[in-house]
């Protein structure tokens, strides 16, 4: 069994300054204009409230003594009013807040930009790290801003750039103030504040045999906001060098909101040369686009044949589409075509029925649909006490189109209908999906899938200190008239939910149910955020059409997550896990020490036409 350790003692040195809490930060105000930028260093009278409040606390201390500072809070209208709320956990719809302002013309935006450490703890430590840090350049931010003055004032368009700015790897958090200007009560003035990660950090894993791997990288390499890393792969038994791979990753190309990505390297097992450009949808009235053009080589598992093959393939991807926004209907209507193309020089055998997935193919998707979004304001839920935004709304779509492939052309035909909303028990979400190949020969529908996912998310729960949260969710997918290989069956596996287990099971019906428990604890050990949770989980797999004549398993444990949420790498988890089935105990990761990526929730936006992923 492999064990996959972080080397902490690595990525502490590089982001050592978090041992010591805080400092307070240096101002520094650039001449006026319709977007303004004031950086700044707090000092020993910065704020100590929590997480998103402490900007707020700041800029009240500072208005004791700054005009400048003083103007922006006594005409902040969304502050304080919201605090308590967050900070309890509520899920709040912010947009009613600035009811005040609809109607009115954005003035000015001002861009307040922070360091990285904040308190009331001065340390040459963390003095010394806010000054190696480069705070994120005012042109970095101002270019992620969706609006812009001039603009009509609107709401949900504020939060909307608010949740983008967050979503930031290199920002920490992101909040903003909405003020009636002086000069004119028919216009209003905007203040963004933001406040820099730690940007610098390591990764390691040793894995069974000695092979061992070490990363380093910079999610905003020199304040550009681009993020570059490379990591190194070596076997420390064999002494042998097993290749080098770098990434480098620009989030907002000149401003025109679309991404780029480039990766290049190998190691031991895996290849890559990657050129990526892309845009999302952002707006209700916008458009989404993306090229990708890659070679890769994997060492892909045949879950079939419980091995592992060599695969190497070329591929091009490009799609593009539009949405129009439709205010009596309050959604946005939107469509988009795809094409792709993909070609294996290595691979399993492959025959008309076994192992479509290998199969060298040339096609064609489109897609259209209905969709709206909007975001509610809360805190702990995947983070530790910083604003997060929660998406409500829904999208239908369909999707249909042509492949022409190695030994057969098909059409394809697919739906999807994904929903979410808060109440006052929390928060659901859920989507329904299905799609099908059909054989332009006979009409025989092929390689058929249906899936069901529903999510809960409770309030933040209890009064004391310490607060609870918890979590639930049941999903499920079927296939029917599934060929022979891989990616013909379903399995375990961490992405599916059936938490720590490593045994072997698969089938073409699945369904999981989950829940998970977190404490989100006071205490904060050299300013990492401490979070317990237990967590219970049963799965039925099989080939049989309902869920319940399927072979059981459940897996349970508990553990607990450190967290920084200064800096940019990963909360740290330490888990307990035992899965059990109908022949007893399973094989699992009884112990994990690992890396705990943060999880996004449910979103309704459009993106690229797809086929409903069968795993």
């Keep these: 069994m492999d064990v996959v350790l972080?080397?902490?003692?690595?990525?502490?040195?590089l982001s050592v300054p978090v041992l010591l809490q805080a400092q307070e930060q240096q101002m520094e105000h650039t001449p006026p204009d319709s977007v303004k930028s004031t950086e700044f260093d707090r000092d020993a009278t910065g704020a100590t409230s929590e997480s998103g409040d402490k900007l707020l606390d700041s800029?009240?201390?500072?208005?004791?003594?700054?005009?400048?500072?003083?103007?922006?809070?006594?005409?902040?209208?969304?502050?304080?009013?919201?605090?308590?709320?967050?900070?309890?956990?509520?899920?709040?719809?912010?947009?009613?807040?600035?009811?005040?302002f609809r109607d009115r013309t954005i003035d000015r935006i001002i861009l307040i930009r922070g360091n990285v450490f904040e308190g009331d703890t001065i340390s040459w430590l963390t003095r010394a790290a806010n000054n190696l840090h480069v705070i994120t350049r005012e042109n970095v931010?101002?270019?992620?801003?969706?609006?812009?003055?001039?603009?009509?004032?609107?709401?949900?368009?504020?939060?909307?750039n608010e949740q983008l700015l967050a979503s930031r790897g290199y920002i920490a958090e992101a909040n903003t103030y909405v003020a009636v200007s002086e000069e004119d009560s028919t216009k209003v003035d905007i203040y963004i504040a933001t406040r820099d990660k730690w940007s610098i950090s390591g990764d390691a894993a040793i894995a069974g045999g000695g092979r061992t791997m070490l990363k380093i990288y910079d999610a905003n390499l020199m304040g550009f906001g681009t993020r570059l890393s490379v990591e190194s792969h070596f076997n420390w038994k064999e002494k042998s060098y097993g290749g080098t791979r770098a990434e480098y990753l620009h989030p907002n190309i000149m401003g025109s909101f679309f991404s780029g990505r480039i990766l290049a390297g190998t190691d031991y097992d895996d290849s890559d040369l990657l050129l990526s450009i892309?845009?999302?949808?952002?707006?209700?009235?916008?458009?989404?686009?993306?090229?990708?053009?890659?070679?890769?080589?994997?060492?892909?598992?045949?879950?079939?044949?419980?091995?592992?093959?060599?695969v190497k393939r070329s591929y091009v991807d490009i799609w593009g589409g539009r949405s129009v926004y439709f205010d009596g209907i309050r959604s946005s209507v939107y469509y988009a075509g795809r094409f792709n193309w993909s070609k294996y020089s290595h691979r399993p055998d492959v025959t008309p029925r076994f192992n479509p997935a290998f199969h060298n193919f040339a096609g064609v998707l489109a897609n259209v649909g209905l969709y709206r979004e909007k975001f509610y304001s809360t805190s702990m839920i995947y983070g530790y006490g910083y604003k997060e935004y929660l998406a409500t709304g829904y999208k239908a779509e369909l999707t249909g189109g042509f492949a022409w492939g190695e030994f057969s052309d098909q059409w394809y035909a697919g739906a999807h209908y994904s929903m979410g909303g808060v109440t006052k028990v929390g928060n659901f979400s859920g989507s329904v999906v299905a799609g099908t190949f059909i054989d332009t020969r006979d009409g025989e529908w092929t390689q058929s899938v249906t899936g069901v996912t529903l999510r809960y998310l409770?309030?933040?729960?209890?009064?004391?200190?310490s607060r609870v949260r918890q979590f639930g969710q049941i999903s499920h997918i079927r296939g029917w008239n599934r060929l022979g290989g891989s990616n013909e069956v379903v399995a375990f596996d961490p992405e599916t939910g059936l938490v720590g287990f490593k045994g072997w099971a698969a089938g073409t019906t699945r369904t999981i149910l989950n829940s998970e428990t977190v404490v989100f604890t006071p205490y904060k050990p050299w300013g990492f955020n401490v979070a317990l949770f237990g967590f219970g989980s049963l799965g039925f797999l099989g080939s049989g059409a309902f869920s319940f004549d399927n072979p059981m398993f459940a897996s349970f444990g508990l553990g607990v997550r450190f967290k920084n949420e200064q800096l940019i790498?990963?909360?740290?988890?330490?888990?307990?896990?035992?899965?059990?089935?109908?022949?007893?105990?399973q094989k699992s990761d009884y112990i994990s020490i690992s890396s705990q990526p943060r999880v996004d929730g449910m979103r309704f936006t459009p993106a690229e036409p797809g086929i409903v992923e069968y795993k």
Excluded at 141 to 160: C, H, N, P, T, W
Excluded at 569 to 585: D, E, M, P, Y
């Design 6 to 13: 972080r080397l902490w003692v690595i990525i502490l040195f």
């Design 59 to 100: 800029l009240e201390s500072r208005s004791r003594r700054s005009a400048l500072y003083r103007f922006i809070y006594n005409n902040i209208v969304v502050k304080d009013s919201d605090a308590d709320s967050l900070k309890d956990g509520r899920m709040l719809d912010e947009s009613r807040n600035y009811e005040l």
């Design 141 to 160: 931010i101002q270019r992620d801003l969706l609006i812009r003055s001039g603009d009509s004032f609107d709401a949900e368009m504020v939060i909307k």
């Design 278 to 310: 892309e845009k999302k949808f952002l707006r209700p009235t916008d458009f989404g686009a993306g090229l990708t053009v890659a070679g890769e080589g994997r060492l892909y598992y045949m879950l079939y044949a419980d091995s592992s093959i060599s």
């Design 458 to 465: 409770s309030p933040l729960l209890g009064k004391g200190r």
């Design 569 to 585: 790498f990963n909360a740290l988890q330490i888990r307990l896990c035992v899965i059990v089935g109908k022949s007893g105990l």
